[in-house]
Structure formats: C-alpha cells, structure tokens
C-alpha cells in the first residue's frame, strides 16, 4: 500500500528537491511503536472491497485521465498544536506510463514529468531542472523517485495500474461506514480501512466509482496527525498533448542533480579574534 508506506511524511516532499518550506513547524519523531492488530479486529467486509475494486477498475481502464488533488498535511507547531500546509496539484496521466503533475502549494511552485524513459522534476520560479532515467513503468518510477529523491505524491494510490490491489496489500479491516451527499458535490459510499500502520477513510462516488477524498491518520503516530486529500475535475480519456510529459521549457533550464534532499549545515564562522564560533 503505497499511501501506508510514504503518506506519513508531513510536508509536500515534492517541494523539499529545490529548498525547504520557511513556515514555523517543528517535525517530532514518531517513536511509538505500532501494534498489531487483533484477530477480533481483522473484518474484511465483501461490500466495502467490491466498492474498492469497482473504484480501481474505473481508474485503471482510463487510457487517459485528468484531475485536481488537493492535499492538506498536518505538522505539529512549535507550540504544540498541529499546523495545515495545503497543495493544490493539476494530474494528467496517460497509461502506461506517462504522467504530468503541476503542483501549486504552501511552498515553492513545482512540476514533474515522466515519459516513460525519463523522470523530471521542475522548479518554476528559480528555473532549475533535476532530470534523471526512469524505469519504464509508472508504479516503477513512482517508486524510484521517492527514493532517489524524496518525491512523493499523495494520491500516488490512485493513479498506479491497479490501485485495488496497490490498496488491500497487508489489509486487516474494510468496512463501509454509509453514504455521504456532502463531499464532491455529489453521493458517495464511504469506505474505512486499515492494517497494522494506518487507518484510511475514502469517499468513492456512488455513481461514477471516483474516488472524492480519501483522509489518513497513521497509527504510530502518537500526535494523531490527518492528513487529507480532495480530488475534482474528473475528466477520464481526455486528448492529451503529445509534449504534455516532455515540455520544451526543461531544456532550457539549469540541470540540478535528481537526488535526495540533504539538511545545510550552516558554515562556521570565525570570531574578531580568529577562534571558530
């Protein structure tokens, strides 16, 4: 499960390649160890996994799609109580393996393409590029850019080729909790799931099988921090420009590497009297 695996960093990694976001939040370590759960709680209910199979089967018979995620993490303050950060991120996909994401946030503007041989990762404002191969498939160089560079995007579960499956990996609980006529603007079925690590809600629409929110609370986490994504602007086999993952402007920015993120370690100074402070 991709979102049980990455979705618990705080900050939209995406944005940490080219600098840090200057906002006043303290990242805490979670050290609380996760525990299991029991065999009473393991339910697997067959209504709430054909809800989430009929989701992944209309995302993943899409050749193409477009949406709007909007993604809202939560990071505890220096005071204590947690801090929102939000992105705003325009997805366009084309299967097998080709995906655009325009990412606007609390933090610097990105983008990234993938082509199917290439990953590249954008900075608009300072027009830097960090471009590097990619394996040739989506799940694969999802995967790769996440650890080569810290990459990360929360509706990752959504947009792989078979979220079903990518979804009820380690599953221990599936419920359906009931119906809602609020989110998205339209019915949608509502889903809880879980495994040792993190407890999910999905809102899937009951007509079009569209996944609406989808909100997590990871169970090691002792500050019980949520983290939440909105999608909208559905539009399923659009026509997709032929330079829409390999834009002209990359080539004329300067190269940075594609690599992780790395803390700056501030340089020493030197006092009136020459002694390293």
């Given at each position: 499960?991709?979102?049980a ?12 390649v ?26 697997l ?16 018979g ?18 204590g ?14 299967r097998?393996?080709?995906l ?34 990619a394996?040739?498939?989506l ?8 650890r ?10 959504v ?25 998205g ?33 990871y ?19 659009p ?25 700056k ?5 030197k ?7």
């Amino acid at each position: 499960m991709i979102l049980a695996r990455f979705y618990s960093l705080s900050l939209p990694i995406l944005l940490s390649v080219f600098s840090a976001i200057p906002l006043m939040a303290s990242a805490q370590p979670l050290t609380k160890p996760s525990t299991p759960l029991s065999p009473a709680q393991v339910t697997l209910e067959p209504k709430a996994l054909a809800i989430l199979k009929a989701m992944s089967d209309r995302l993943s018979g899409a050749k193409s799609l477009r949406f709007t995620a909007i993604a809202t993490y939560e990071s505890p303050s220096l005071i204590g109580p947690a801090l929102a950060y939000m992105t705003r991120s325009e997805v366009t996909l084309q299967r097998p393996n080709q995906l655009q994401v325009l990412t606007l946030g609390d933090g610097p503007a990105t983008e990234f393409y993938y082509d199917g041989t290439m990953m590249a990762a954008y900075a608009t404002a300072e027009n830097l590029v960090a471009m590097a191969k990619a394996p040739g498939t989506l799940d694969a160089a999802l995967r790769e850019a996440y650890r080569t560079a810290d990459i990360y995007f929360p509706f990752s579960d959504v947009i792989v080729s078979d979220p079903y499956k990518d979804m009820v990996e380690g599953l221990k609980t599936a419920f359906v909790v009931g119906q809602s006529n609020i989110v998205g603007g339209t019915k949608t079925d509502i889903v809880a799931i879980a495994n040792n690590q993190v407890f999910a809600q999905i809102w899937i629409g009951v007509e079009d099988k569209l996944p609406r929110a989808m909100r997590v609370v990871y169970r090691d986490d002792p500050s019980r921090l949520r983290h939440l994504v909105e999608f909208s602007n559905w539009d399923l086999n659009p026509a997709i420009a032929a330079d829409a993952f390999s834009p002209a402007h990359l080539k004329k920015a300067a190269p940075i590497p594609f690599a992780r993120p790395e803390p700056k370690v501030p340089a020493k100074t030197k006092s009136p009297s020459g002694e390293p402070q």
